[in-house]
């Protein structure tokens, strides 16, 4: 997705900003990662910070409404990682506050992603730039590798993510996939895109059942009134 500036030059780029604020010319679809390192710097993050060796962090609780999120998206993020998971990746759910609220990897690997634990907040002011912030931010579908994450230790990262809709255009979260690694996410892009819009198919189907099922209900209480 961000094929105008080479890979290479994201770092010298990113570091440029970061001391000038000078912002590169850049297509439409990098304006989100710009704007993510804006709000990752405004808020206190400088590219050195370090986020994945610290134990001092607080862990959201997940309400009833993000259980039943997770439970309605586990089959699709079990079906991507049956098909990624020799990628050595970690696919996670993020709600719309920036909340994990369902993770998956193999245990050969748990120490690398250590980090990515349900209920751990992934905003800008934690994460810096990472794919399913801008997600959700844009609500478009993103993919970052290397120095296009905010944060140094990420640059060896490679992550892809699509926003969640509920069928009338309001995100619900997003979906992201990510591996140690410079990696092509043309494949996972592609998956994660088929995945979001089964996913939001499945959402208005059973929102209308709700509706009908509350409609029925009102249906026969008006009858015994009368």
Request: charged fraction near 15%; include cysteine.
């Amino acid at each position: 997705m961000n094929s105008i500036i080479e890979q290479a030059s994201w770092k010298n780029i990113k570091y440029d900003f970061f001391e000038s604020g000078i912002r590169p010319n850049i297509t439409a679809n990098q304006i989100p990662i710009f704007d993510s390192w804006q709000k990752a710097k405004d808020l206190g993050l400088t590219p050195y910070s370090s986020i994945i060796q610290s134990k001092d962090f607080v862990l959201e609780q997940i309400n009833c409404d993000d259980q039943q999120f997770a439970r309605m998206t586990k089959p699709y993020l079990e079906d991507i990682f049956k098909l990624f998971g020799q990628q050595n990746i970690s696919v996670f759910l993020i709600n719309n506050a920036g909340i994990i609220i369902q993770e998956l990897h193999n245990d050969t690997i748990h120490d690398l992603y250590s980090f990515l634990k349900v209920g751990r907040v992934v905003s800008e002011e934690n994460f810096g730039t990472i794919a399913p912030v801008c997600s959700i931010d844009s609500q478009l579908p993103m993919s970052l590798n290397g120095h296009q994450h905010y944060l140094q230790e990420f640059s060896s990262f490679s992550c892809a993510s699509v926003p969640i809709f509920n069928g009338q255009g309001d995100v619900l979260g997003a979906l992201d996939i990510t591996s140690k690694g410079h990696i092509s996410t043309n494949n996972w892009m592609y998956h994660l895109l088929h995945q979001s819009y089964k996913f939001e198919n499945e959402f208005i189907c059973n929102s209308k059942e709700a509706f009908y099922i509350l409609y029925f209900i009102f249906y026969i209480f008006k009858i015994h009134q009368i």
